[in-house]
Nanobody, 129 residues
Framework: QVQLVESGGGLVQAGGSLRLSCAAS????????MGWFRQAPGKEREFVAA????????YYADSVKGRFTISRDNAKNTVYLQMNSLKPEDTAVYYC??????????????????????WGQGTQVTVSS
């Protein structure tokens, strides 16, 4: 298992930027794809971005494509989410997650919560208009 701790959330004006970090502990981080999900009040948790175990492939929800960038540093056991041109509709709790499987390179379709077995506690992102 992988233990995950998110940081970097906060309050930002529309059009601004934030960088989320997810620090992982556990020996298998560098063998697992990682993802970011978000959950707004009254809504289901939704996929935001994912990255394969070696960073070779990235996946994005249509709503964030071109604005958000996921990356990872396996030497630091950390995955990042750079969020630019933020919109009020990006307001949510953002969760980092580690894939259940090892060595995943490809997701068939959009990643879903069921693909991931370890979750962080979440970090709040609030975008004011």
């Amino acid at each position: 298992q992988v233990q995950l701790v998110e940081s970097g959330g906060g309050l930002v004006q529309a059009g601004g930027s934030l960088r989320l970090s997810c620090a992982a502990s556990g020996r298998t981080f560098d063998r697992r794809a990682m993802g970011w999900f978000r959950q707004a009040p009254g809504k289901e948790r939704e996929f935001v971005a994912a990255i394969s175990w070696n960073g070779g492939r990235t996946y994005y929800a249509d709503s964030v494509k071109g604005r958000f960038t996921i990356s990872r540093d396996n030497a630091k056991n950390t995955v990042y989410l750079q969020m630019n041109s933020l919109k009020p509709e990006d307001t949510a709790v953002y969760y980092c997650a580690a894939d259940k499987s090892l060595w995943r390179q490809v997701y068939l379709g959009s990643p879903v919560t069921g693909d991931f077995g370890s979750w962080g506690q979440g970090t709040q992102v609030t975008v004011s208009s």
